[in-house]
């Protein structure tokens, strides 16, 4: 899943000011799992937006909040034409892509981001992600035990570690584990060391160009994307 | 024909020297001037460091035109941490251009340990991937498979890690290396001559010259601030303890004789086919390193 935290209160303050009637609109989906921007979340900001403005006022505002199921899918989008038909923003606590979308959809309306997205990862444990993948098109994780040197390397090498790692840990951080150390234990598990011992060429950067489209086979295949 | 200098001594089979030079944080380059004209003639070669700790220097590639116009003999170090596969072939044809032709092949430290640390980190290659994008261009094509006009001859080599703490990756890595044509190998600091002898017994069966990375530690707490702010080293506790038992003002003089007698040992036993000292800061010491360790008058 995409997982993403929420902006300061401050900067949602500041990036808020300008407008008076105020959407806060949450997404259903991972913003929902990784505690950054589902209904929960709406109804704390919401809270925590007047609080902090009878506190220091910061222009005149009122609060609506409403949650989608996904803020990147347009389907669900048309649920919130009634909701922006009398507001001055909407303040989106989708990821990245939510924000987009909504903007797209909504193109005379301006959309701000109430998180930072971060990463795609997993749930670790109650209340921690960890990053899993870098999203790089061109996936390898058969030649590496299925841990990704990409995105948990912080070199993002190929051909295996650096000398930097102390105690198995990396050196950029001493509580983050070496991926290569991770992958060496991994494929020697497996009986599979002689992947490591392979060479692999630089990365194409060009696998999918920036920014990225697919498009399913069974649309190419029928030519109903074309154009 | 060899393609160096240091290619030629490598052949040789002399017991070899060689030393590194941190360029300046600015445009005044007296210093390194000054070591430069210092060492030229006691080593067989100098590296000029790249962005060393990802600290932001004046260029490997500019300390070692200097080195070449002063009669040197220059090794550029390469790092993938700071330039794409397009910027460090074009350093490459400069290079060899100016008559630089020995590259040690790094892949970097991280970015978070040095003094940019919001910079954009590239690895767009990694040193296995240098090493093989150099033998690629000596061949006369760039690696995007174009005809370049002119092409570069290097001696090129790579580092390994004889006391890292998980050995079996990093001997993976390091025949990877071989394959990918590295003549030499400049090791990360040894501190301890096991160690180094275990790597041997293990690395002589390749066609390789390794030089034994030497670091001169001035001072216990420097050692332990090494332990842990500098990636790949790992001064161990018998040698912080002998550097603490002088008293103050001496930890300099302890280690010049810690780094000379590790230096004499590797000589005298042959263990290796050479040295790589790094004064890290203290380039002005590196003759006070040759003369406790006996080497004076024997080199080049």
Known sequence: MIVAEQKPLEEVRRMIAPYQRVLILGCGTCMTVCNAGGEREVSFLHSALKVAQLKSPNGTHTFSEYTVKRQCDPEFLELLVDKVADIDAVLSLGCGIGVQAVAERFPDMPVLPGVNTSFLGMTSEWGVWDERCAACGDCRLDDTGGICPITRCTKGILNGPCAGSKNGKCEANKDMDCAWILIYKRLERLGQLEKMRRYYPPRNFRTIPRPKRLMSKANTDLGENDG | ?300
Not at chain 2, 6 to 14: A, H, I, N, W
Not at chain 2, 127 to 134: D, G, H, K
Not at chain 2, 208 to 232: E, H
């Open chain 2, 1 to 300: 024909m060899a393609n160096s200098l240091f290619e030629e001594k490598l052949d040789s089979g002399k017991f070899l020297v060689t030393t590194e030079i941190g360029p300046p944080k600015g445009t005044d380059i007296s210093e390194m001037v000054h070591y430069i004209d210092l060492l030229k003639d006691k080593v067989d070669v100098i590296n000029v460091t790249d962005h060393q700790s990802s600290v932001m220097r004046f260029p490997s590639l500019g300390g070692c035109l200097l080195i070449k116009e002063r009669g040197g003999e220059p090794m550029l170090q390469v790092t993938c941490r700071d330039r794409n596969r397009l910027a460090i072939q074009a350093d490459l044809l400069l290079a060899y251009q100016r008559g630089i032709t020995n590259v040690l092949c790094l892949t970097g430290d991280s970015i978070d340990v040095g003094d940019h640390k919001e910079a954009k980190p590239v690895f767009d290659l990694d040193s296995v991937q240098l090493l093989r994008v150099i033998r690629t261009m000596e061949s006369g094509m760039d690696i995007g498979g174009n005809e370049l006009k002119g092409a570069p001859k290097f001696c090129i080599g790579a580092s390994v890690h004889p006391e890292a703490d998980f050995i079996e990756p990093q001997l993976i890595k390091f025949e990877k290396k071989v394959a990918a044509g590295a003549q030499f190998f400049q090791t990360q600091s040894i501190f301890n001559l096991d160690s180094l002898r275990r790597f041997m017994q293990y690395a002589s069966q390749f066609n390789v010259k390794i030089l034994a990375g030497i670091i001169l530690l001035a001072s216990a707490r420097m050692a332990q601030f090494m332990n842990d702010n500098v990636p790949g080293i790992m001064v161990p506790q018998p040698t912080i303890n002998e550097l603490a038992s002088v008293e103050k003002g001496k930890g300099l003089q302890k280690g010049i004789e810690i780094a000379a007698g590790l230096i004499k040992t590797i000589k005298e036993e042959n263990l290796c086919h050479g040295v790589h000292i790094m004064a890290i800061g203290k380039e002005g010491i590196v003759p006070d390193i040759l003369a406790a360790a006996g080497l004076v008058g024997v080199q080049p």
